[in-house]
């Protein structure tokens, strides 16, 4: 229980809305943050984008939503790209709304990597904080980042370490990790010969190395995420030979968790400097170990012997070579990780502690 209950406002990201797994991770940090700061008895607003839906574990939350065109992904467009601003856009919308409501609030809270809540930071009367939900993607976003961190870098928190390097700090960064609800993944003991894979289905995500790495060991890769490119999925299937790849579709929570469980390891490839990774824990928590690139989040997430294996990036038949240790591993002990550093009321005391820091209370 929190000493002192904040009133908090989040702000959703501007693309897609909530639960249809266009917002990819920031949808399961935005429920871990808001479900576990309503458990250490803060008061919970949401502004997502219309036809959102609260998270489970979120109900005593109050939700706001607004229409609005999506932004365009700043991971799909060039670094050097200007700031854009759809006809009808939902980001403005939101902090318009965000704006008008600062009064009834302790502090507001950004999960969105976007231009213009970054901006808005000094300009605001309560106090706007950003769980930077990207590593470095887009110059301009990369400069006002860097401008907040200038301004009071207290404002700013970032999943991992290795994210916090893209940026501009002049201070070493709040790193909160994320939080997963570790009830709502079941420990599988005993696994089905196949690899997984988990992920947006875009170039980013680089799947057409772990479905050249399943090839490589004739095993069958089962994918689960939402097509986002649907062109490169074409190309990826096309890449290896028919069958290799297993397409189970984008699932909730409860299904995909079930079904990933009985994968005997999963393979993690990203191309980016992936923030976070959550599927990599998820994966852990129902007993998969996980083979990953060195980079990233991922990289600081799996500790090699113990929930998995690193391999150098890009690098293929590494992947495929670790696949084998990956899968001598306890399966307990990868849980046994998650329950230790990855817990939901774990998150929440970090992302609290950040947030009195940055309230100067
Ligand atoms: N996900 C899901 N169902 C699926 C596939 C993925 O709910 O079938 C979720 C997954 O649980 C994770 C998110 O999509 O929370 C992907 O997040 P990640 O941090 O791995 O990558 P991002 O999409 O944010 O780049």
């Not at 706001?64 to 009808?88: E, F, K, L, M, Y």
């Amino acid at each position: 229980m929190a000493a002192e209950a904040l009133r908090l406002l989040v702000v959703s990201t501007p693309v897609g809305t909530l639960g249809s797994g266009k917002g990819g991770g920031v949808e399961l940090t935005l429920a871990s943050l808001v479900a576990g700061l309503l458990e250490r008895g803060h008061g919970l607003t949401v502004l997502a984008a219309s036809g959102s839906r609260l998270p489970a574990g979120c109900e005593r939350a109050r939700l706001w939503t607004c229409p609005g065109v999506d932004q365009p992904s700043w991971q799909h467009q060039r670094r050097d790209a200007p700031v854009q601003i759809p006809v009808n856009a939902l980001l403005p919308r939101l902090w318009q709304r965000a704006v008008a409501e600062q009064a009834g609030f302790d502090a507001l809270i950004n999960l969105a990597y976007d231009w213009l809540p970054f901006w808005l930071t000094p300009q605001l009367a309560t106090p706007l904080l950003h769980l930077v939900s990207m590593g470095s993607v887009a110059e301009a976003t990369d400069a006002v980042i860097a401008e907040v961190a200038r301004w009071d870098q207290r404002r700013l928190a970032f999943h991992t370490l290795t994210q916090a390097k893209d940026f501009q700090l002049p201070e070493p960064p709040v790193v909160v990790g994320n939080g997963f609800d570790l009830r709502a993944y079941a420990f599988c003991a005993a696994p089905e010969p196949l690899l997984g894979w988990v992920g947006r289905i875009a170039p980013e995500k680089g799947l057409e190395d772990a479905a050249r790495a399943a090839a490589l060991l004739g095993r069958r890769l089962a994918v689960w995420g939402l097509v986002e490119d649907p062109a490169y999925a074409a190309a990826v299937e096309a890449s290896v030979s028919a069958g290799t790849i297993d397409w189970r579709g984008f699932l909730p929570t409860a299904q995909l968790q079930a079904e990933l469980g009985r994968c005997a390891a999963l393979l993690n490839t990203p191309k980016w400097n992936e923030a976070y990774g959550n599927v990599v824990v998820e994966a852990m928590a129902c007993g998969v170990p996980v083979v990953a690139y060195r980079r990233g989040g991922p990289g600081e997430l799996v500790q090699p012997g113990v929930n998995g294996q690193l391999v150098p990036p890009d690098d293929v038949p590494a992947l495929a070579a670790a696949v084998a240790g990956a899968e001598a591993l306890d399966r307990r002990g990868c849980r046994t990780w998650v329950e230790r550093s990855c817990s939901r009321a774990a998150f929440a005391e970090r992302l609290e502690r950040w947030l009195l820091a940055a309230l100067g209370r």
